[in-house]
């Protein structure tokens, strides 16, 4: 029986030390859900946004609640780049483990 690849993983470097989870992210602030604003990409749902990026763009977004239609404007412009979706200005699209996009800057990575 060929093992699963986490088990793969634990046989090479053992238990890991520690494991930050999607929803302690949430939790203290470092990932935002942005799901229920039903923005998509290449037919993934973003539903997450760092919260260092999210008070960015809340902050530079004067309107109340138009915060959604600045990125599904922004999304429009996404192209793949070095195997990255990128999105301008500067922004990367990053496949989370929660079936969806997590949008960042680079240094959020």
């Known amino acids: 029986m060929t093992p699963e690849p986490d088990d793969t993983l634990r046989a090479i470097f053992g238990d890991p030390i520690d494991v930050y989870t999607d929803a302690q992210a949430l939790d203290d602030g470092a990932l935002v859900d942005i799901a229920p604003w039903d923005l998509s990409f290449r037919g993934r749902l973003i539903n997450r946004v760092t919260g260092g990026l999210f008070a ?21 412009h996404g192209t793949l780049r070095g195997g990255i979706w990128q999105v301008p200005p500067g922004l990367w699209l990053i496949a989370n483990d929660v079936g969806g996009w997590t949008l960042m800057r680079p240094e959020d990575y």
């Open 56 to 76: 960015a763009l809340e902050q530079s977004v004067k309107q109340p609640g138009a915060l959604k239609g600045v990125l599904r404007a922004k999304l429009r």
